[in-house]
T-cell receptor, first 111, second 116 residues
Protein backbone atom coordinates (compact mmCIF):
# COMPACT_ATOMS: atom_id res chain seq x y z
CA UNK A 1 0.00 0.00 0.00
CA UNK A 2 1.32 3.47 -0.91
CA UNK A 3 2.17 5.36 2.26
CA UNK A 4 4.00 8.48 3.35
CA UNK A 5 4.97 8.68 7.02
CA UNK A 6 6.29 11.81 8.70
CA UNK A 7 7.98 12.53 12.01
CA UNK A 8 7.75 14.16 14.38
CA UNK A 9 4.02 14.80 14.45
CA UNK A 10 4.64 18.21 16.02
CA UNK A 11 7.61 20.31 16.98
CA UNK A 12 8.20 23.48 18.96
CA UNK A 13 11.38 25.49 18.45
CA UNK A 14 12.63 28.93 19.37
CA UNK A 15 12.96 31.63 16.77
CA UNK A 16 16.38 31.56 15.11
CA UNK A 17 16.95 27.84 15.72
CA UNK A 18 17.25 25.17 13.04
CA UNK A 19 15.15 22.04 12.73
CA UNK A 20 14.88 18.92 10.59
CA UNK A 21 11.70 17.11 9.64
CA UNK A 22 11.65 13.51 8.44
CA UNK A 23 9.69 11.61 5.80
CA UNK A 24 9.65 7.90 4.90
CA UNK A 25 7.68 6.62 1.97
CA UNK A 26 6.61 3.39 0.34
CA UNK A 27 5.19 4.52 -2.99
CA UNK A 28 5.48 2.70 -6.27
CA UNK A 29 5.91 3.78 -8.95
CA UNK A 30 7.84 6.81 -7.76
CA UNK A 31 8.06 9.97 -9.84
CA UNK A 32 9.13 12.69 -7.46
CA UNK A 33 8.97 13.89 -3.85
CA UNK A 34 7.69 17.28 -2.80
CA UNK A 35 7.61 19.27 0.38
CA UNK A 36 4.71 21.64 0.93
CA UNK A 37 4.02 24.27 3.58
CA UNK A 38 0.41 24.60 4.69
CA UNK A 39 -0.79 27.44 6.86
CA UNK A 40 -3.90 26.72 8.92
CA UNK A 41 -7.02 26.91 6.76
CA UNK A 42 -5.06 27.51 3.57
CA UNK A 43 -3.98 25.47 0.56
CA UNK A 44 -0.55 23.81 0.46
CA UNK A 45 2.29 25.81 -1.10
CA UNK A 46 5.17 24.00 -2.76
CA UNK A 47 8.67 24.37 -1.30
CA UNK A 48 10.71 21.82 -3.29
CA UNK A 49 10.35 19.05 -5.86
CA UNK A 50 12.99 16.32 -6.22
CA UNK A 51 13.32 13.37 -8.58
CA UNK A 52 14.99 10.11 -7.58
CA UNK A 53 18.31 11.31 -9.05
CA UNK A 54 18.46 14.45 -6.90
CA UNK A 55 20.00 14.25 -3.43
CA UNK A 56 19.38 17.76 -2.24
CA UNK A 57 17.47 20.87 -3.22
CA UNK A 58 17.29 24.26 -1.55
CA UNK A 59 14.72 27.04 -1.52
CA UNK A 60 15.97 29.91 0.61
CA UNK A 61 16.17 28.71 4.20
CA UNK A 62 14.59 25.36 3.29
CA UNK A 63 16.81 22.45 2.22
CA UNK A 64 15.35 19.10 1.28
CA UNK A 65 17.29 15.86 0.95
CA UNK A 66 16.29 12.61 -0.69
CA UNK A 67 17.72 9.11 -0.37
CA UNK A 68 15.88 7.08 -2.99
CA UNK A 69 17.58 3.85 -1.88
CA UNK A 70 16.26 4.01 1.67
CA UNK A 71 13.14 5.94 0.61
CA UNK A 72 13.75 8.71 3.09
CA UNK A 73 13.63 12.46 2.82
CA UNK A 74 14.24 15.32 5.19
CA UNK A 75 13.44 19.02 5.26
CA UNK A 76 15.88 21.26 7.09
CA UNK A 77 14.82 24.76 8.10
CA UNK A 78 17.60 27.18 8.94
CA UNK A 79 17.32 30.21 11.21
CA UNK A 80 13.62 29.75 11.82
CA UNK A 81 11.23 32.69 11.80
CA UNK A 82 7.82 33.12 13.43
CA UNK A 83 6.27 32.94 9.95
CA UNK A 84 7.61 29.40 9.57
CA UNK A 85 4.90 28.22 11.97
CA UNK A 86 2.79 25.92 9.78
CA UNK A 87 2.34 22.28 8.81
CA UNK A 88 5.04 20.83 6.57
CA UNK A 89 3.83 18.05 4.36
CA UNK A 90 5.86 15.45 2.50
CA UNK A 91 4.14 14.46 -0.74
CA UNK A 92 5.11 11.74 -3.18
CA UNK A 93 4.03 11.67 -6.79
CA UNK A 94 3.19 8.10 -7.71
CA UNK A 95 1.64 7.15 -10.99
CA UNK A 96 0.26 9.46 -13.59
CA UNK A 97 -1.07 12.43 -11.71
CA UNK A 98 -1.74 11.36 -8.16
CA UNK A 99 -0.09 13.02 -5.18
CA UNK A 100 0.12 10.99 -1.97
CA UNK A 101 0.27 13.15 1.11
CA UNK A 102 1.82 12.53 4.50
CA UNK A 103 0.02 13.67 7.62
CA UNK A 104 2.44 16.55 8.08
CA UNK A 105 4.60 17.90 10.88
CA UNK A 106 3.07 20.80 12.74
CA UNK A 107 5.84 23.29 13.48
CA UNK A 108 5.46 26.07 16.03
CA UNK A 109 8.17 28.73 16.22
CA UNK A 110 8.13 30.66 19.49
CA UNK A 111 9.81 34.02 20.15
CA UNK B 1 1.26 36.20 -9.89
CA UNK B 2 -1.48 33.91 -11.26
CA UNK B 3 -3.34 31.87 -8.67
CA UNK B 4 -6.06 29.28 -8.36
CA UNK B 5 -9.27 30.70 -6.95
CA UNK B 6 -12.17 28.86 -5.32
CA UNK B 7 -15.72 29.82 -4.44
CA UNK B 8 -17.38 29.85 -2.05
CA UNK B 9 -14.88 29.95 0.79
CA UNK B 10 -17.42 28.29 3.10
CA UNK B 11 -20.53 26.32 2.19
CA UNK B 12 -23.06 25.00 4.67
CA UNK B 13 -25.58 22.50 3.41
CA UNK B 14 -28.06 19.99 4.75
CA UNK B 15 -27.52 16.27 4.44
CA UNK B 16 -28.92 14.95 1.17
CA UNK B 17 -28.55 18.23 -0.69
CA UNK B 18 -26.46 18.72 -3.80
CA UNK B 19 -23.51 21.10 -3.72
CA UNK B 20 -21.28 22.48 -6.43
CA UNK B 21 -17.83 23.73 -5.55
CA UNK B 22 -16.22 26.03 -8.07
CA UNK B 23 -12.64 26.62 -9.05
CA UNK B 24 -10.87 28.83 -11.56
CA UNK B 25 -7.51 27.23 -12.38
CA UNK B 26 -4.49 29.15 -13.63
CA UNK B 27 -5.26 30.13 -17.21
CA UNK B 28 -2.55 28.27 -19.18
CA UNK B 29 -2.77 25.08 -17.11
CA UNK B 30 -4.04 21.87 -18.65
CA UNK B 31 -4.39 19.53 -15.67
CA UNK B 32 -6.89 20.02 -12.87
CA UNK B 33 -7.40 18.27 -9.57
CA UNK B 34 -9.63 18.06 -6.53
CA UNK B 35 -8.44 17.08 -3.09
CA UNK B 36 -10.15 16.99 0.27
CA UNK B 37 -8.89 17.36 3.81
CA UNK B 38 -11.07 16.27 6.70
CA UNK B 39 -10.35 18.38 9.77
CA UNK B 40 -7.16 17.19 11.46
CA UNK B 41 -6.40 14.61 8.77
CA UNK B 42 -4.14 14.41 5.74
CA UNK B 43 -4.94 15.79 2.32
CA UNK B 44 -6.47 13.10 0.10
CA UNK B 45 -6.51 12.93 -3.68
CA UNK B 46 -9.97 12.76 -5.25
CA UNK B 47 -9.62 13.16 -9.00
CA UNK B 48 -7.48 14.51 -11.82
CA UNK B 49 -8.89 15.88 -15.06
CA UNK B 50 -7.29 16.47 -18.44
CA UNK B 51 -8.59 17.13 -21.91
CA UNK B 52 -12.18 17.19 -20.68
CA UNK B 53 -12.11 13.81 -19.05
CA UNK B 54 -11.11 12.18 -15.79
CA UNK B 55 -7.56 10.84 -15.99
CA UNK B 56 -7.39 9.29 -12.53
CA UNK B 57 -9.64 8.99 -9.51
CA UNK B 58 -9.40 7.60 -6.00
CA UNK B 59 -11.67 5.16 -4.17
CA UNK B 60 -13.22 8.15 -2.42
CA UNK B 61 -14.49 9.53 -5.72
CA UNK B 62 -17.60 7.38 -6.01
CA UNK B 63 -20.80 7.87 -7.99
CA UNK B 64 -21.98 10.75 -5.82
CA UNK B 65 -19.08 12.88 -7.07
CA UNK B 66 -18.68 14.37 -10.53
CA UNK B 67 -16.41 16.97 -12.12
CA UNK B 68 -16.96 19.24 -15.04
CA UNK B 69 -15.27 21.99 -16.96
CA UNK B 70 -18.38 23.80 -18.19
CA UNK B 71 -16.51 26.59 -19.96
CA UNK B 72 -12.96 27.67 -20.65
CA UNK B 73 -12.24 28.86 -17.15
CA UNK B 74 -14.27 27.07 -14.48
CA UNK B 75 -13.70 23.62 -13.03
CA UNK B 76 -16.40 22.28 -10.73
CA UNK B 77 -16.87 19.47 -8.24
CA UNK B 78 -20.44 18.31 -7.66
CA UNK B 79 -21.52 16.21 -4.74
CA UNK B 80 -24.98 14.84 -5.55
CA UNK B 81 -26.35 13.90 -2.15
CA UNK B 82 -24.16 15.13 0.66
CA UNK B 83 -23.47 13.07 3.77
CA UNK B 84 -22.18 14.20 7.15
CA UNK B 85 -18.83 12.60 6.37
CA UNK B 86 -18.41 14.84 3.32
CA UNK B 87 -17.68 17.73 5.68
CA UNK B 88 -14.13 18.74 4.85
CA UNK B 89 -11.96 21.34 3.18
CA UNK B 90 -11.93 20.83 -0.57
CA UNK B 91 -8.91 22.04 -2.50
CA UNK B 92 -8.70 22.58 -6.21
CA UNK B 93 -5.29 22.50 -7.90
CA UNK B 94 -3.93 22.93 -11.39
CA UNK B 95 -0.68 22.23 -13.19
CA UNK B 96 0.82 23.10 -16.54
CA UNK B 97 1.64 19.49 -17.28
CA UNK B 98 1.40 16.13 -15.57
CA UNK B 99 3.03 15.83 -12.18
CA UNK B 100 5.16 12.84 -13.15
CA UNK B 101 7.27 15.34 -15.06
CA UNK B 102 7.91 17.39 -11.92
CA UNK B 103 5.48 20.13 -12.74
CA UNK B 104 4.15 22.17 -9.84
CA UNK B 105 0.61 21.72 -8.66
CA UNK B 106 -0.78 25.05 -7.51
CA UNK B 107 -3.47 24.84 -4.87
CA UNK B 108 -6.39 27.14 -4.28
CA UNK B 109 -7.34 28.45 -0.84
CA UNK B 110 -10.01 25.80 -0.39
CA UNK B 111 -13.76 25.61 0.21
CA UNK B 112 -14.82 24.52 3.66
CA UNK B 113 -17.91 22.33 3.28
CA UNK B 114 -20.03 21.76 6.35
CA UNK B 115 -22.85 19.22 6.09
CA UNK B 116 -25.46 19.41 8.87
Amino acid sequence: KNQVEQSPQSLIILEGKNCTLQCNYTVSPFSNLRWYKQDTGRGPVSLTIMTFSENTKSNGRYTATLDADTKQSSLHITASQLSDSASYICVVSGGYNKLIFGAGTRLAVHP
Amino acid sequence: EPEVTQTPSHQVTQMGQEVILRCVPISNHLYFYWYRQILGQKVEFLVSFYNNEISEKSEIFDDQFSVERPDGSNFTLKIRSTKLEDSAMYFCASSENWTGENYEQYFGPGTRLTVT
